[in-house]
């Protein structure tokens, strides 16, 4: 008799622990896992095109290439957490990369005008946040505003693309450390970054103005002080995007920022961030800026008009967001089964 009672205790057991893990996959977000799997496709399908792709070296090119769309997708996803938009990085990281390629002379001058370059993207930021936070305009309205005016100041430091930047600065970006690529490196610490700031009291604020601004401030959340965090984040990562952008070019453009502005909105969104706010995270959109890098790559490979980048850009946008939107629904009808 006990040993029946035990066996049925332990039958119970195991079946409540298969009901948790069914829970669990029918709650979890499965979204950031889909922007993988799409990403890997197109990184085969490359390799496919182009013997060699997956090579160390290349797998650091293609990193390297990412890097910048990649930190944009970091503080636009901050931002979009919150329901809101940022258009301003195009301008934060065309003025950063004007800098760069007109005041970098060494070693000690790219030092600081990097730490100046990565303050004048977190004021920028706090300015959005101001704005939208304590005078209630739209983030829309304010970032696109925002965007011309630093573009303005960008043109009037360099007003045509050039300039240059020290080789050991620009150099950097194509180094390895203990055999691996710095970009894979520096995707790696974005990745840990993100991770400890998911766990962050900010981080859970600004969760929660997203999912619902009008508990959130009954919850105690102050909108201003959230929002202006949200945007000096999305400032800082763009003025770090404007240090890569200038690593990799070796130079600077007061127009660099402008083409990146839909791709870094369409990052967050392939990597699972819900455009309404409140879910969604940076480990997907790493995913979402290497899938955007590699469709340029294989539409390159099928010489193809560049063109077709653009417009394949949009389209993946568009079913980034249905199929985000499909997998959802797909998920809340599990939850009631």
């Given at each position: 008799m006990t040993i029946t009672r035990v066996a049925g205790r332990d039958r119970a057991s195991v079946r409540d622990a298969l009901a948790e893990l069914?829970?669990?996959?029918?709650?979890?977000?499965?979204?950031?896992?889909?922007?993988?799997?799409?990403?890997?496709?197109?990184?085969?399908?490359?390799a496919a095109l182009q013997p060699g792709t997956l090579s160390g070296s290349s797998l650091g090119v293609l990193a390297a290439d990412s890097l910048p769309l990649a930190a944009l997708g970091l503080g636009q996803g901050v931002v979009i957490l919150t329901a809101g938009i940022d258009l301003s990085v195009g301008g934060v990281l065309a003025l950063g990369t004007t800098i760069a390629a007109t005041h970098f002379t060494g070693a000690?001058?790219?030092?600081?005008?990097?730490?100046?370059?990565?303050?004048?993207?977190?004021?920028?930021?706090?300015?959005?946040?101001?704005?939208?936070?304590?005078?209630?305009?739209?983030?829309?309205i304010v970032t696109l505003a925002t965007w011309s005016i630093f573009d303005g100041i960008a043109l009037y430091v360099l007003p045509v693309a050039g300039g240059q930047v020290p080789a050991g600065f620009s150099g950097w970006i194509n180094g390895a450390a203990a055999g691996v690529p710095n970009a894979i490196w520096a995707l790696v610490a974005m990745i840990a970054l993100w991770m400890w700031f998911r766990r962050t009291k900010a981080a859970r604020r600004i969760y929660a103005?997203?999912?619902?601004?009008?508990?959130?401030?009954?919850?105690?959340?102050?909108?201003m002080p959230t929002l202006m965090t949200a945007y000096a984040i999305s400032?800082?990562?763009?003025?770090?995007?404007?240090?890569?952008?200038?690593?990799?070019t070796a130079s600077g453009d007061p127009t660099?920022?402008?083409?990146?502005?839909?791709?870094?909105?369409?990052a967050v969104v392939?990597?699972?961030?819900?455009?309404?706010?409140?879910?969604?995270?940076?480990?997907?959109?790493v995913a979402g800026a290497l899938t955007l890098t590699l469709l340029g790559d294989v539409i390159f490979a099928f010489n193809l008009q560049t063109y077709w980048t653009v417009l394949a850009d949009g389209l993946l946008l568009i079913l980034a967001v249905l199929a985000g939107g499909g997998l959802q629904a797909l998920q809340a009808r599990r939850r009631q089964a």
């Open positions: 069914r829970g669990y996959a029918g709650t979890a977000d499965v979204r950031p896992t889909a922007a993988w799997v799409l990403a890997l496709i197109f990184l085969f399908t490359y000690e001058t790219a030092l600081a005008w990097s730490i100046a370059i990565l303050a004048i993207g977190m004021a920028a930021g706090l300015i959005n946040g101001f704005l939208i936070g304590r005078l209630g305009l739209q983030p829309f103005m997203g999912s619902d601004r009008e508990a959130a401030q009954i919850a105690g959340v102050r909108t400032g800082f990562c763009a003025a770090g995007a404007a240090l890569f952008y200038a690593m990799q660099a920022g402008d083409g990146l502005i839909l791709p870094s909105v369409a392939i990597g699972g961030t819900s455009l309404r706010g409140g879910q969604g995270g940076f480990v997907g959109t």
